[in-house]
């Protein structure tokens, strides 16, 4: 689960602080940009702290280097399908650092996360891209195995009157 420089592992609630830099550094996300930085580790911090209590439900993995830097973060969760008769991971979140980009680091996580579900005993596992995201342009999901299901349509309902994009 590693590369020449990066490991990949389970994320400790000890990551908070360098998950919500990932994130912030992203910029594609309002919440982190409107919070200041002990706002944003503390957010992360109480989600680490959830997935840690309920390690049935999730799974959150992050890539990083040997300086313990945190360069990708990974978020799949574990949900029943009837009509399926069986369990499908769902992948929520895949983010790699703009620098670190094109070095393997999201496939390696994906592989990771790929690689539970089959352990879990998972039918499918499943994601959301972006169509404008310069991952779903150049085609990084389909290089690796998956399949755009077109025929489907994603319905969102914000249960906040402030929803993080």
Not at 2 to 23: K, Q, Y
Not at 108 to 133: F, H, P, S, Y
Request: aromatic share 8%; net charge negative.
């Amino acid at each position: 689960m590693s590369g020449p420089s990066h490991v990949i592992r389970h994320a400790l609630t000890s990551d908070a602080a360098g998950i919500a830099e990932l994130l912030h550094g992203i910029g594609w996300f309002k919440a982190y940009e409107s919070q200041t930085p002990a706002q944003n580790r503390q957010a992360v911090q109480t989600l680490l702290d959830h997935a840690h209590t309920e390690p049935e439900s999730s799974l959150l993995l992050i890539a990083e280097d040997a300086q313990q830097h945190i360069h990708g973060y990974c978020a799949v969760h574990w949900l029943p399908i009837a009509v399926l008769q069986g369990w499908e991971g769902y992948v929520s979140e895949l983010f790699i650092a703009e620098a670190a980009r094109g070095a393997g680091l999201g496939q390696q996580l994906l592989d990771a996360a790929t690689q539970a579900a089959r352990d879990k005993g998972c039918m499918r596992i499943w994601l959301v891209n972006n169509r404008e995201r310069s991952s779903y342009v150049r085609g990084f999901y389909p290089q690796q195995g998956w399949s755009e299901q077109a025929e489907m349509a994603r319905f969102v309902l914000p249960l906040r009157t402030t929803v993080p994009s």
